[in-house]
């Protein structure tokens, strides 16, 4: 992505060497340096006295959480100051819960991506694992499948001090629609809860339903909400994300949450990489936003190839339209045996549903980040060896 030039790619940063200037040289891609790409010019601006920066906010650079408030949630009345920027969304999802210590109850969606659970098994919530139903004891499972559109039923579901909710799920790839949510948000202002949202995969939504817990009014009294640049604009290696803690947000004895917040951020992390912020700046320019939005559609088409090959071979997909992932159905089967069988009769790499909790079971999750070249040789693949599958 273009960036200002704040370093003229010919002038050599006082403080080095010429054979040292020489090898930074080489090493860097000359014509993205010319054409002023963004890495090359803000890590050799590192280098200069101008240009260097040491610790900037602990909460983000200024900059940069204005972009995010104004992209991601315009007319939310979701405030700059209420953005905190992180090294992605799963170190958040573990930072928050800092706030709540360990006696506190939680519920999640069964299935749901891991770490909710595993957090919580970390922070001495969870209670013991029980072998009959792979359940922890002490943590709330709402189901979530297709009879119930894959949202819990909210009246069947026990009061927790900590909601985790992740739309569109991982891994079933669905997301909630406004008046579920409504519903999310009315049970947890009843309860006296607190909805931690994720919304890592909300770039995919095609189909109108909220992209934050922040559409729905009243949110910002019972909700914290989590999201990444990684699964947006491929930062899973780079790290970048941001939680947004809303100052009306507090705890039941009216000391508001996100002054606690703000001390874990400054305590216990100190901040994103200053390269890899202005890395998330750029994708959120006019012209960055752009190029990630091609990228999004590119594997939006690639869940379309992925949806029709199972599709034709009778099973049933939930998923796909919202999300890159596709949650397919084995009605009968273990998904570690579909998984294994899948591997071996095609080398394609799925993921066993029960790895998200006993409700994914007899599902795998397949993923449609990748190369149309790769979509179309596992959709091809898929299409000639399944049929002879043997599944129950
Ligand atoms: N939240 C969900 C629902 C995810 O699926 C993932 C990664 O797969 C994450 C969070 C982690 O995101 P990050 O790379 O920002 O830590």
Redesign the pocket.
């Known amino acids: 992505f273009k960036f200002h030039h704040a370093l003229p790619c010919s002038q050599k940063p006082s403080f080095l060497l010429k054979d040292q200037w020489t090898k930074v040289m080489r090493s860097v891609n000359m014509e993205n340096l010319r054409t002023g790409y963004l890495f090359p010019e803000q890590a050799m601006a590192l280098s200069t006295v101008e240009g260097y920066s040491g610790y900037g906010d602990e909460q983000g650079e200024k900059a940069l959480r204005k972009r995010i408030a104004e992209k991601f949630y315009k007319n939310m009345d979701v405030k700059w100051e209420e953005v905190f920027v992180?090294?992605?969304?799963?170190?958040?999802?573990s930072r928050v819960q800092m706030l709540f210590g360990s006696h506190v109850t939680v519920a999640v969606q069964n299935p749901?991506?891991p770490?909710y659970i595993d957090s919580s098994v970390i922070f001495g919530r969870a209670g013991n694992l029980q072998e009959q139903n792979g359940k922890y004891e002490r943590i709330v499972y709402m189901e979530c499948t297709p009879q119930n559109d894959f949202f819990p039923d909210l009246s069947n579901t026990p009061r927790t001090d900590i909601i985790f909710f992740?739309s569109p799920?991982?891994?079933t790839g669905t997301a909630a629609s406004a008046s579920q949510l409504r519903r999310l948000v009315d049970f947890a202002t009843a309860n006296g809860s607190i909805i931690v949202y994720?919304s890592?995969?909300a770039a995919y939504i095609s189909d109108g339903s909220p992209t934050s817990i922040f559409q729905i009014p009243g949110a910002k009294q019972v909700a914290i909400e989590?999201?990444?640049?990684?699964?947006f604009a491929g930062?899973?290696g780079v790290?970048?994300?941001w939680t947004v803690v809303p100052k009306e947000l507090s705890y039941s004895n009216g000391f508001p949450i996100v002054k606690d917040y703000d001390r874990i951020v400054c305590t216990c992390f100190n901040g994103a990489s200053n390269i890899v912020q202005a890395g998330g700046l750029a994708c959120l320019s006019t012209e960055g936003f752009q190029a990630v939005s091609k990228v999004l559609n590119h594997y939006k088409e690639n869940a379309k190839i992925l949806i029709e090959a199972f599709r034709g071979l009778g099973m049933e997909v939930y998923g796909g339209e919202n999300a890159p992932y596709l949650w397919v159905h084995f009605p009968g089967s273990s998904s570690w045996e579909v998984f294994a069988e899948i591997l071996e009769k095609t080398h394609i790499l799925t993921i066993p549903g029960r790895g998200f909790g006993p409700g994914g079971e007899s599902y795998i999750r397949v993923s449609s980040f990748g190369h149309r070249q790769t979509i179309l040789e596992a959709s091809k693949r898929l299409t000639s060896s399944l049929r002879k599958f043997n599944f129950n």
Do not use: E, W
Not at 87 to 92: L, N, R
């Open positions: 992180s090294d992605g969304a799963q170190c958040d999802i749901s991506f770490a992740c799920n991982n891994p994720d890592s995969y989590i999201s990444s640049f990684s699964k930062f899973t790290r970048l994300g």
